[in-house]
């Protein structure tokens, strides 16, 4: 990869209402692209890390930013899903630029008429569409999306170092278990409830030699904790909530399966389960 010294001459806008120090998939992607496009090219970015309970605040100041940034000249404008892409095509056509957008799932498949109309009819104006998964592709088919490109999501891992799992930041009750190991938000989609509910209940009844670790938060939360009281599994189930990277890479190193029990909901998507990248790479 060449080194900042040996960029090629082109720059990037890239805008982002997802992006660290908030938590998520899509943050990690963002965070991760952007850091490696910097290698290769100029990119410029304009990014929210809060909550998106702020989002119209950020939309109105990232087009001001943007105005100021593209004073320059810019070769392409990214949006960081399809949410922005009403900003992305504003933009287009203000300053006569190339925008390519990243296609997530959700950002897609958000079940509202006015927000379906105003996303499909903006991205039908777009160069380009990067669709993250085949059936993020097929979602922007549905909707007469067609210049698409799709690009899996990639992660940025550390070597894999099972050798260096630290059994002192692990309870001892559940170092000595099979570890069964979910990483994600709390979201219904996920379909951790009724993985407890219709597998974990059962495989409990007939092994007591595992515990299955749930770490993530979300809306989904109390639900899951309903169904853990339920049917008497705390010994089985543990809910950790928001853990730091470094206890995630642990428990991907110990656990001897990683699931990710994704349900159909409708009007929602799992585009790409970064996750499970992330476990496969650390074995």
């Known amino acids: 990869m060449p080194g900042r ?23 990690t992607m963002n965070y991760n692209l952007i850091e490696s496009l910097g290698r290769k090219v100029t990119v410029e970015k304009i990014t929210w890390g809060g909550s998106q309970a702020y989002l119209p605040v950020f939309i109105i100041s990232a087009y001001i930013k943007a105005c100021v ?26 300053f006569n630029l190339k925008v390519l957008c990243i296609a997530h799932g959700l950002d897609i498949t958000f079940p509202n008429r006015i927000y379906q109309r105003l ?11 990067v669709c993250v998964s085949k059936s993020t592709r097929e979602e922007c088919q549905k909707r007469g999306l067609f210049n698409i490109t799709v690009i899996p999501n990639g992660v940025r891992l550390p070597p894999y170092e099972p050798g260096k799992a630290r059994q002192d930041i692990m309870d001892p009750a559940i170092y000595n278990k099979k570890i069964l190991l979910t990483v994600g938000r709390l979201v219904k989609r996920k379909g951790i409830a009724e993985f407890v509910t219709n597998v974990i209940s059962k495989l409990g009844s007939v092994r007591n030699d595992f515990v299955y670790i749930i770490i993530g938060e979300g809306k989904e939360r109390g639900r899951i904790e309903d169904v853990i009281s339920r049917l ?52």
């Open 232 to 283: 008497g599994l705390h010994g089985k189930v543990r809910l950790l909530g928001r853990c730091s990277d470094d206890v995630v890479k642990q428990f991907f190193y110990q656990a001897k399966l990683f699931i990710m029990p994704n349900i159909r909901v409708e009007g929602d998507v799992e585009g790409f389960g970064i996750a499970a990248l992330e476990a496969s790479g650390c074995g």
């Open 119 to 129: 996303i499909v009819s903006s991205l039908k104006r777009f160069d380009k569409i």
């Open 69 to 94: 940034h593209l004073r320059k000249k810019f070769d392409l404008l990214i949006t960081g899903d399809a949410l922005l892409a009403p900003l992305g095509l504003i933009l287009k056509k203000q």
């Open 5 to 27: 010294g040996n960029k090629k001459n082109m720059n990037i806008l890239y805008i982002t209402r997802k992006y660290p120090p908030s938590i998520g998939g899509m943050q």
